[in-house]
């Protein structure tokens, strides 16, 4: 199975800043990577699919960067709703997997 | 707008089987690959499967032994059966459609949580 790995692994950030996830996986995924939020009680939802296209309807504020191994999501101006757990996914082959997810807490 | 929506029983007992089907609406289930999904409490995502709307399945190897993924296209619906559960299979569990080259997962149900005890 393709290894993904995510840094940090909990964030303190506060409204208005500037945040960088990093995601990288054991092998070459090319750019097979998706990006979630997820928040709790709430089923995940897609922010960034093919490492930098954006999801219709998710705000222009994520960002999505990255290819082969090393990838990154970055939020130029943090918002309230903001706040949550972020996943990152690898779809280049068989299973599908997750990194542990960044938690992105209010400083 | 595509939505999905998980059923099933919340309680299943160890080494018995965990039934779930999800069903789709406002979309239809052909021409897509439909997932699952869970979250353990207190941990990350782990993909269980697919099957795609002709029936065609595949699954995560650590999980394959047990799950069983079928589809029903006259009832716009997709069904999860996975044996001889554990107290390690306690979990939200969601369905999701997984489109596009990327074979994102773009819809998603609310989730549904099954405790094994």
């Known amino acids: 199975d393709i290894q993904m790995t995510q840094s940090p692994s909990s964030l303190s950030a506060s409204v208005g800043d500037r945040v960088t996830i990093t995601c990288r996986a054991s092998q070459s995924i090319s750019s097979f990577l998706n990006w979630y939020q997820k928040k709790p009680g709430k089923a995940p939802k897609l922010l960034i699919y093919g490492a930098s296209n954006l999801q219709s309807g998710v705000p222009s504020r994520f960002s999505g960067s990255g290819s082969g191994a090393d990838f990154s999501l970055t939020i130029s101006s943090l918002q309230p709703e903001d706040f949550a757990t972020y996943y990152c996914q690898n779809t280049y082959g068989i299973p599908t997997t997750f990194a542990q997810g960044t938690r992105l807490d209010i400083k | 707008q595509v939505q999905l929506q998980e059923s099933g029983p919340g309680l299943v007992k160890p080494s018995e089987t965990l039934s779930l089907i999800c069903t789709v609406s406002?979309?239809?289930?052909?021409?897509?690959?439909w997932s699952w999904i869970r979250q353990p409490p207190g941990k990350g995502l782990e993909w269980i499967g697919y099957?795609?709307?002709?029936?065609?399945?595949n699954s995560n190897p650590s999980l394959k032994s047990r799950v069983t993924i079928s589809v029903d296209t006259s009832k716009n619906e997709f069904s999860l059966k996975l044996s001889s559960v554990t107290a390690a299979d306690t979990a939200v569990y969601y369905c999701?459609?997984?489109?596009?080259?990327?074979?994102?997962?773009?819809?998603w149900g609310q989730g549904i949580r099954v405790t094994v005890s």
């Open positions: 406002s979309g239809s289930i052909s021409g897509y690959y």
């Open positions: 999701a459609r997984q489109s596009g080259s990327y074979l994102q997962l773009d819809y």
């Open positions: 099957i795609y709307y002709d029936g065609y399945t």
